[in-house]
């Protein structure tokens, strides 16, 4: 048994991720603000504890993390769009807090850190493979200091502190707390719930990965021998696609799926959003022997099913699936 933290542990992927590290057979800890509640997490297991705390608060946070083996750092106001946002309040969780967070983790003996950067971070490139050598051309604020964050962390790198960074693809599929702000679920949502999905632009390409199989890789982490990913940044993704490829086959699962929805349009629009790039992710599968499973269409088929057992009530009007809708509600700060 490990004992593991999860910082952004009720989020979207750390929602799905504790309960799977339980099963494991780990002691879990989630560290998180909880802008969404915490209603979703396991908290009648006896290896699991959720403090409801702010990254930004290190005394708070080194406490948390004392007798933890591996942080798993999940926090940060997430995606692009949320930088519309009070730009100070992204800028001191995403990056100001970084540091002084990974400084608290080494003091408190944490032996493993790993980040979830993003592959954003790539902006626009016409590379046919972008693999982690490629220069960073960020396009936000979002995606520049997750690049910013990662020499930081890997400055702390010493024997008893090793570092490790993902750079995932853009997530998809089912959680117990679910985001319907990304490409795939978006999609998906539109077709189900209103019979019609709207393409803004169509060409950018994107890397998508499924939420089970974010899951599994840091699992692959908690055991994996640590000079494997001492130091190194890893791509993570599975399926490189034009919005548009996405597009129809939100349209072919979710007719298979829901017969009764009939056929489901697809409608063209022109967008200012020209991020667009395909990465290659061949080195996470040579080191670590990584490899996702699940595709695209998993997720979508995965969501199509959530529908339809009523676990996603109100996807259009309820802002609790949606980030930036969510902290706007809240005046977070």
């Known amino acids: 048994m490990k004992h593991i933290c999860v910082l952004g542990g009720a989020g979207y992927v750390g929602s799905l991720l504790c309960p799977q590290l ?14 969404f509640g915490d ?5 009648d297991n006896p290896n699991f504890k959720l403090i409801k705390g702010d990254i930004r608060d290190v005394d708070a946070l080194k406490r948390s993390l004392e007798g933890v083996d591996m942080v798993i750092n999940l926090a940060c106001i997430s995606n ?12 001191s969780i995403n990056l100001d807090a970084f540091e002084p967070m990974v400084v608290a983790a080494k003091q408190a003996g944490v032996k493993r850190f790993i980040y979830a950067s993003s592959s954003s971070v790539y902006g626009v ?5 972008v693999t982690e050598d490629h220069p960073l051309l960020p396009l936000t604020l979002y995606n520049k200091y997750k690049g910013m964050c990662e020499p930081v962390l890997l400055s702390h790198q010493s024997a008893d502190f090793v570092c490790g960074i993902i750079r995932p693809a853009t997530l998809c599929g089912h959680a117990p707390r679910q985001r319907l702000d990304l490409s795939v679920n978006i999609l998906t949502n539109h077709a189900v719930t209103n019979g019609k999905i709207t393409v803004f632009g169509g060409t ?12 599994d890789l840091y699992r692959t982490l908690v055991d994996a021998a ?12 599975f399926q490189n696609m034009s919005i548009m490829d996405i597009a129809l086959v939100v349209k072919r699962i ?19 959003d ?19 499973k699940h595709s695209v269409e998993d997720a979508v088929r995965d969501l199509c099913q959530a529908f339809n057992k009523g676990l996603l009530p109100d996807s259009m009007t309820n802002d609790w699936y949606y980030n930036v809708k969510t902290l706007q509600n809240l005046n977070a700060a």
């Open 80 to 91: 692009d769009a949320s930088f519309v946002l009070d730009e100070n309040l992204s800028t």
């Open 274 to 292: 020209i991020r667009s790039y395909h990465i290659n992710s061949d080195k996470i599968q040579k080191v670590l022997g990584f490899k996702p």
């Open 125 to 129: 490139s016409e590379e046919p493979d």
């Open 226 to 237: 640590p000079e494997r990913f001492s130091g190194e940044i890893f791509n993570c993704g």
């Open 39 to 43: 209603a979703f997490l396991p908290s």
């Open 22 to 35: 339980l099963a494991d057979g780990h002691k879990v800890t989630a560290f998180d603000i909880c802008y």
């Open 254 to 272: 979710v007719e298979e799926e829901m017969p009764q929805k009939g056929d489901i349009d697809i409608v063209t629009t022109p967008t200012d």
């Open 204 to 215: 950018q390409l994107r890397p998508n990965l499924h939420v089970q199989d974010m899951c």
